[in-house]
């Protein structure tokens, strides 16, 4: 069974950071993309960024020089580094993976950036 497990949100002043973290278990997470998606109320889930199993990374263009996705595969584990928030970052952050056919998500994190 895949398990997608987010952590690391929270309130946090504009220009603050944060680190998110995802937890995979049930795939073969070295062989795997990973991605993170947020999403406010009444919007449609937008990719913020992705990195493939050799490491490869994208962002959507609002966040690149200010967020930093990353993989642990012996920990199971991507990371998104996020600084200098400001308060359109905020959202629910969720971790996604595309796994033998079909999507896979967490419940997800929430961000939230205001002074």
């Known amino acids: 069974q895949v398990r997608l497990v987010e952590s690391g949100g929270g309130l946090v002043q504009p220009g603050g950071s944060l680190r998110l973290s995802c937890v995979a278990s049930g795939i073969n997470f070295r062989l795997h993309p990973m991605n993170w998606y947020r999403q406010t109320p009444g919007k449609q889930r937008e990719l913020v960024a992705n990195?493939?199993?050799?490491?490869?990374?994208a962002y959507v263009d609002s966040v690149k020089d200010r967020f930093t996705i990353s993989r642990d595969n012996v920990r199971t584990t991507v990371y998104l580094q996020m600084s200098s928030l400001r308060p359109d970052d905020t959202a629910r952050y969720y971790c996604?993976?595309?796994?033998?056919?079909?999507?896979?998500w967490g419940r997800g994190t929430q961000v939230t950036v205001s002074s």
């Open positions: 996604n993976a595309y796994y033998k056919g079909n999507q896979y």
């Open positions: 990195i493939t199993s050799d490491s490869k990374t």
